[in-house]
C-alpha cells in the first residue's frame, strides 16, 4: 500500500516482505508461545543471503549498500508481524555491521562468515547496575600473554540466551582516563556464561539474558577499532541500531493500519460503517501519520549515518524516539479500533506488549530525549566557535 517504487532497494523489501509473510509469520505464534527466538527462520533467512546484502564483496557479501540493507529489513518487518524476532535481526545486524565497517582484516576474516551464514549475534553494553550510563560499566579487561583476560557481566542482553558472538563494551583500566573498548567475544570460549532467557512482559520471541565473563582468554585482536576507543565506535554502532527501531517501526505499523481499515470499512455501529465515523477516522489518519513520520526521519537518519554526516547520531535518536513513540501510540489505537477483538490474545493485544518494550531497548525515551539535547548543545558550540 506504502510502497514507493522507485525507493531504493525495492526489489529486496518486496522479496523479504514475501519471505517475512510465508517463513517468519507462520511459525510466530509457536515461537511466542515457547518464548525462544525462531532459529529455524533464522537459519532460513541466512540461506536467503538477507546478511550478505551490505557487506562488501571481498569480505563475501553481496556488495550492495546499507540502504539495501534498511530496505530488506523493513520488507520483513512488514511480512514477518514478528517485532520481537525483528528486534533479534537489528542487534545481531549492529554487531554484522560493525564487524564489516570497523573491523581489520583478521577480524572480517574470521567473523563475518560465521555472521552471514547463521550464527547469532549480540550487543552487550548493559549491566546490572544500570544501562542508561554507559559509561559506568564496570566489566574490565587486563592485558596478558599478548591478549586480553576479561571478566563481568552483562544483563538484559537480546540474543544473549543462543548468541555464538557477542560486541561486550568493557574498560582496560590500564589504560588510564579514556579505557573504555569494545570486545569482539565468542562466547564458546571458557569462561563466557550464557544466562537463561528473562521472562519479559512483551517481546518474548526475542529473548533477552546475562552474559558473564570471568577472565575470559581473549586473543590480541579481540578489540574492535582501537584500545580507548570504544565510546566512538559505540555510538555510531547504537545509532544505526537506533535508525533501524525507525525503520523497522514504520514497517511493522502498515499491515497494522491495513487490518484496521479493513475492520472498520465492515464493522457497522449506529447504522453506519466505522470508518463513517469521525473519531474512528481520527485514529486511522493518526497511525498513517505516526507511519509517514517515522520512516521519513528514518530514512532521513539512514542518510546521515551512511553519509558520515554530523547530525547522524541526533537523527538516529530522533528515529528510534518517534519510532517506539509511535508504536505505543499506534498500536493502542488498532485495538481501539477493532474493540474487544483486538484485546483478545493474539496479534493486536501482543503487538501492545511488544511495543512497550521498544521504549526501553535500544536505549529509553529519556536517553534519546538526552542525546538530541547534547548534540544541539555540540551543534551550538560549534555555530559559535565558526563565528568568533
Ligand atoms: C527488550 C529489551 C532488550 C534489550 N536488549 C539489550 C541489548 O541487546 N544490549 C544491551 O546492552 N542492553 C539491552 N537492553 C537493556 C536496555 O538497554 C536498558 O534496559 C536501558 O538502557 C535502560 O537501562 P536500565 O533498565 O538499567 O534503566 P536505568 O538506566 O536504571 O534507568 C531507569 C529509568 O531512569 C531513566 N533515567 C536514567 N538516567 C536518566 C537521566 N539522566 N535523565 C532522565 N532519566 C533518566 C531511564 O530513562 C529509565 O527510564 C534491553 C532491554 C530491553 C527491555
Known amino acids: 500500500m506504502l510502497l514507493n517504487t522507485v525507493e531504493r532497494g525495492n526489489d529486496l523489501r518486496i522479496a523479504f516482505a514475501d519471505f517475512g509473510q510465508t517463513v517468519v509469520r507462520p511459525r510466530a505464534d509457536r515461537f511466542y508461545e515457547l518464548r525462544m527466538l525462531d532459529l529455524e527462520s533464522w537459519h532460513d533467512l541466512a540461506n536467503a543471503d538477507f546478511w550478505r546484502i551490505a557487506i562488501r564483496e571481498r569480505d563475501g557479501g553481496h556488495g550492495r549498500s546499507w540502504h539495501h540493507f534498511g530496505a530488506a529489513l523493513e520488507g520483513l518487518a512488514a511480512g514477518a508481524g514478528d517485532l520481537g524476532f525483528v528486534l533479534s535481526l537489528i542487534a545481531h545486524a549492529g ?21 552471514m551464514n547463521g550464527a547469532v549475534g549480540a550487543t552487550a553494553i548493559t549491566e546490572a547496575t544500570g544501562g542508561s550510563d554507559v559509561a559506568a560499566i564496570r566489566t574490565s579487561a587486563v592485558r596478558a600473554d599478548g591478549g586480553y583476560r576479561l571478566s ?17 563494551l568493557g574498560r582496560i583500566p590500564e589504560l588510564g582516563r579514556r579505557d573504555i573498548s569494545i570486545f569482539l567475544v565468542e562466547t ?5 556464561l550464557r544466562g537463561p532467557a528473562e521472562r519479559l512482559f512483551g517481546l518474548r520471541t526475542s529473548p533477552t539474558g546475562s552474559l558473564s565473563m570471568d577472565d575470559v582468554e581473549l586473543p590480541s585482536d579481540a578489540v574492535l577499532g582501537h584500545e580507548g576507543e570504544g565510546l566512538k565506535l559505540l555510538y555510531n554502532v547504537i545509532s544505526f541500531d537506533r535508525m533501524l527501531y525507525g525503520l523497522v517501526a514504520a514497517a511493522y505499523l502498515t499491515p497494522l493500519l ?6 472498520a470499512a465492515q464493522r457497522t455501529a449506529f447504522k453506519s460503517l466505522l470508518i463513517d ?27 546521515a549515518l551512511v553519509s558520515g554526516r554530523p547530525d547522524a547520531s541526533l537523527s538516529c535518536s530522533v528515529a528510534k524516539l518517534i519510532g517506539s513513540e509511535s508504536l505505543v501510540s499506534s498500536t493502542r489505537h ?28 535500544g536505549g529509553t ?15 551550538m558550540r560549534d555555530t559559535q566557535e565558526a563565528v568568533r
Do not use: W
Not at 156 to 161: M, Q, S
Not at 188 to 192: C, N, P
Not at 336 to 361: K, N
Not at 365 to 379: A, P, S, W
Open 277 to 303: 465515523h469521525e473519531y474512528m477516522q481520527g485514529r486511522l489518519t493518526d497511525i498513517r501519520l505516526d507511519i509517514e513520520v517515522t520512516r521519513a526521519v528514518s530514512r532521513a537518519a539512514l542518510d
Open 365 to 379: 525515551t529519556e536517553m534519546q530525549r538526552k542525546n538530541i539535547f547534547n548534540q544541539m548543545l555540540g551543534e
Open 334 to 361: 488498532v485495538m481501539a479500533v477493532l474493540g474487544h477483538r483486538g484485546y483478545m490474545e493474539g496479534e493486536t493485544s501482543r503487538c501492545i506488549q511488544d511495543a512497550l518494550g521498544t521504549l526501553i531497548a
Open 188 to 192: 564458546l570460549r571458557t569462561g563466557v
Open 95 to 115: 554487531l554484522l555491521r560493525a564487524v564489516s565497517e570497523f573491523g581489520s582484516a583478521s577480524q572480517r576474516a574470521r567473523l563475518l562468515e560465521p555472521l
Open 258 to 263: 491495513d487490518l484496521a481499515l479493513q475492520f
Open 152 to 168: 563481568g557481566e552483562k544483563d538484559h542482553i537480546t540474543n544473549a540466551p543462543v548468541a555464538d558472538l557477542a560486541l561486550v
